[in-house]
């Protein structure tokens, strides 16, 4: 009859449906795990983490707010050394004791602090950019003791000056996003100052030892070679002096 179900059609079919149902199952069950790992993250970075320094995926919206109040917030300074200068000042303002730490000049400081964070901000949307500029300012600052409870001075007075300064255009995530950023970037201090910074010494120290030995070699072959050139003029002289004391004797 034209009207019958072919049965090899009806299981085609079934199996079609449900391949894409097992296809659906699986795509939900990676969203999800991806979703739990993006939260795990920020739940983890509210606090400084100094035990281990990897990759954080920070989700978009709360990076995008972030990144726009930081754009607010240089647009609303009369120059980038102008808002250099305010994270300076409500930094150190709140804790003037951190002034120790610095050697530099205020001016140099500042602009350090503004493109510091400029650089940070920027590549928060990035976990693997993230982590690299994370590390490449945290080998150039193992000079400093960085500790937890400095990070949360630093990070505090960050965000208060936002606060002030930008008022309700600084959203909720936007202080989330700086907030884990802040903790990500200060444990991330901590923990390459501990885990690097006295193998940097040793490797430092043994490459002061090698120059100093081949100093040593260098001014030990001058030596002997100053010395070889005297006994050469020495020697000269003698005959020198003979040959006339014989002239003498003749004459």
Avoid at 13 to 32: D, I, K, P, R, S
Avoid at 189 to 216: C, F, L, P, V
Wanted: glycine share 8%; proline share 2%; net charge negative.
């Amino acid at each position: 009859m034209a009207g019958a179900e072919n049965p090899e059609d009806t299981e085609y079919l079934e199996e079609e449906v449900e391949e894409e149902e097992a296809a659906v199952e699986e795509a939900t069950e990676e969203n999800q795990e991806e979703e739990c790992f993006v939260d795990t993250s920020v739940a983890k970075l509210k606090e400084v983490q100094d035990k281990e320094f990897v990759e954080v995926r920070l989700p978009a919206d709360v990076v995008a707010e972030a990144q726009q109040a930081w754009q607010t917030f240089i647009g609303s300074a009369s120059s980038r050394e102008a808002a250099g200068e305010a994270i300076y000042a409500a930094l150190f303002d709140s804790a003037p004791s951190l002034q120790s730490l610095f050697k530099t000049a205020r001016s140099v400081m500042a602009m350090r602090f503004m493109n510091g964070l400029n650089s940070i901000i920027s590549s928060a949307a990035s976990p693997s950019a993230l982590k690299t500029q994370v590390e490449t300012l945290g080998f150039q600052h193992l000079d400093l003791e960085v500790t937890i409870p400095r990070v949360v001075i630093f990070r505090d007075a960050i965000i208060d000056l936002f606060d002030m300064e930008l008022g309700a255009r600084f959203t909720s995530k936007a202080k989330l996003g700086f907030l884990v950023v802040l903790n990500y970037v200060g444990g991330a201090y901590i923990y390459i100052r501990r885990e690097y910074a006295g193998r940097i010494k040793i490797i430092n120290s043994s490459w002061r030892t090698a120059n100093n030995k081949a100093a040593d070699f260098i001014d030990v072959g001058e030596v002997a070679e100053g010395e070889g050139v005297e006994g050469e003029g020495g020697a000269e002289g003698e005959g020198d002096a003979t040959t006339v004391k014989a002239e003498e004797t003749n004459a």
